[in-house]
C-alpha cells in the first residue's frame, strides 16, 4: 500500500518568494526533485525532510503530513466553512 505524504511546499516558496532552485540548494536536491515533492510524486528522506523544514524554520508537521492540509482560508477565517459570513 502507498503512503501519501501531503505538503505545503510550494504555498511556502510562493509566500517566501523561494524558486525551487534556492530550496533545492537548501536541501541538497535537485531543482527537479522539488517538483516531484510539490507534486506528490516523491517521498522525501527524513535528511531532506529535515532540511527543507530548517530552512523554512518550520516544524515537520507545518510542512508535511500524512493527511491532507486544511485550506489555510479555513484556519484563518472559520466561518468560510459554513459558508457564514463574520
Given amino acids: 500500500m502507498k503512503s501519501t505524504l501531503?505538503?505545503?511546499?510550494?504555498?511556502?516558496?510562493?509566500?517566501?518568494?523561494?524558486?525551487?532552485?534556492?530550496?533545492?540548494?537548501?536541501?541538497?536536491?535537485?531543482?527537479?526533485?522539488?517538483?516531484?515533492?510539490?507534486?506528490?510524486?516523491?517521498?522525501?528522506?527524513?535528511?531532506?525532510a529535515l532540511r527543507i523544514c530548517e530552512f523554512f524554520e518550520l516544524p515537520v508537521e507545518a510542512v508535511f503530513s500524512r493527511r491532507p492540509f486544511e485550506p489555510m482560508s479555513h484556519q484563518l477565517y472559520p466561518s468560510s466553512r459554513s459558508g457564514e459570513t463574520p
Fill in 6 to 48: 501531503h505538503n505545503r511546499l510550494a504555498v511556502l516558496r510562493a509566500e517566501r518568494g523561494v524558486s525551487r532552485a534556492d530550496l533545492a540548494a537548501a536541501a541538497g536536491v535537485n531543482p527537479q526533485t522539488i517538483g516531484f515533492l510539490e507534486r506528490g510524486d516523491y517521498g522525501p528522506s527524513l535528511d531532506v
